[in-house]
């Protein structure tokens, strides 16, 4: 998620000079840099299952259910892409904000500490609010052999479509304009 959204916040104004000389859409750009950093994510994942290969750990008929959250990333991961390319059009520093809130979605995510701590503290909350908790807590649950949770499934599906819509809403809108900005 950070490093395609990162690229993807960068995919436009990166791009200044193509886009000033051959037209190609523009969501071309975002959409090609998300697609990329995701499938060097995919590769990336060989060494989950070497891991457990390692660690001797049988995969179970769940494991299959862990495509379900990762399609939902990549969804999300567009849509947030979209809004940020566009807004990194017109405010540069964006970039350097998104840098500090990817980080402090990495710590609110859940990935180096047991989120039981977290979810019995009363500060539970944090976590269920932040969609990508929600798709790590499932790829999680699928990839050690339990079923998924459902509200957590329909949470993160509703945020992926939302992002999505208002990405291409705000993207399109804004695109004819990106040409006396960039």
Known sequence: FSSGTKSGLRAV???AAMIKKVYVPKYIYVLSTVISNFVTFLISLVVLV???AVLHVQPTIYVVQAIVPLFILLIMTTGISMILAT????????????SVFTM????????????EKLLNSGFGWILKLNPLYLLIHNFRQAVFGMPMNLKFLAASVV????????????????????ILHI
Request: hydrophobic share 55%; no cysteine.
């Open 13 to 15: 104004s990166g791009n």
């Open 50 to 52: 070497g891991v457990g």
């Open 87 to 98: 807004l990194n059009v017109f405010f540069r520093d964006i970039e350097y904000i998104w």
């Open 104 to 115: 402090l979605i990495m710590y609110a995510s859940a990935i180096f500490y047991y989120p």
């Open 159 to 178: 945020f992926a479509i939302v992002s999505v819509i208002v990405g291409l809403v705000f993207f399109y809108k804004k695109q004819d304009e990106f």
